[in-house]
């Protein structure tokens, strides 16, 4: 079955502390995206990678990392940094798009939340 | 800055009426248009997309783009109660290879 797996879905920050969010798709997807939504919110992107060993900072990169080792994983970490990292996060994974964009397909997500 | 609208609604539709979902967006060099679906607590799954002017169909969907005018519509026929939910709209965003999302239009069908 092919899809994208998040994990876990539900994650609990200490202050201070760092925490990794898993993203993994066997879609054999060149693009994969991470967004964050707040209540009644969109969706908002934070960082993106079309290519292995290579990602770009979205709209709200700040106190966000993401490294892009393999194809097939593109892990988040909320810094401490990140002062509000209460939210539903997003991870999406698409084909290379040529002139136009492709679908993004979405994974379960994951909520975190402040202890 | 580009911008991609939606009104929040709540859009309240009997069962097996026409619902009529619109966005409207601010770049007119857009290319890519996308409609999901988001239940309650759960992800987007994609809907529709459409690239061309004109209307496209799949099933009980609809996607209508026009880009004179710089919209993007979704028809849902014979609504369902399970169709309730918030339909978000996603557009071209600056560079074009990311996608800008509306704020969503939450759905209701009542049977």
């Known amino acids: 079955d092919g899809g994208i797996t998040q994990s876990p879905k539900y994650l609990f920050r200490k202050e201070g502390q760092n925490v990794t969010l898993s993203c993994e798709q066997n879609?054999?997807?060149?693009?994969m995206y991470w967004y964050r939504q707040d209540p009644g919110q969109g969706l908002r992107l934070i960082y993106y990678?079309?290519?292995?060993?290579?990602?770009q900072k979205g709209d709200i990169a700040e106190g966000y990392s993401v490294s892009r080792e393999k194809k097939e994983s593109f892990p988040l970490t909320v810094t401490s940094a990140q002062k509000n990292p209460t939210a539903f996060y997003l991870c999406?994974?698409?084909?290379?798009?040529?002139?136009?964009?492709?679908?993004?397909?979405f994974g379960d997500g994951t909520r975190l939340s402040i202890l | 800055q580009k911008e991609v609208e939606q009104n929040s609604g709540p859009l309240s539709v009997p069962e097996g009426a026409i619902a009529s979902l619109n966005c409207t967006y601010s770049?007119?060099?857009?290319?890519?248009f996308f409609w999901y679906r988001q239940y309650s607590g759960k992800s987007p799954e994609l809907i529709m997309f459409?690239?061309?002017?004109g209307d496209k169909e799949d099933g009980r969907f609809t996607a209508q783009l026009n880009k004179a005018s710089q919209y993007v519509s979704l028809l849902i026929r014979d609504s369902q109660p399970s169709d309730s939910a918030t339909y978000l709209c996603?557009?071209?965003?600056?560079?074009?290879?990311?996608?800008?999302f509306g704020t969503g239009t939450r759905l209701q069908v009542f049977p």
């Open positions: 999406a994974s698409s084909i290379r798009g040529e002139g136009v964009n492709p679908p993004q397909h």
């Open positions: 990678s079309q290519i292995v060993n290579d990602f």
């Open positions: 459409i690239y061309s002017n």
């Open positions: 770049d007119r060099g857009s290319q890519s």
């Open positions: 879609l054999n997807h060149d693009a």
């Open positions: 996603a557009v071209d965003g600056e560079p074009t290879d990311k996608l800008i």
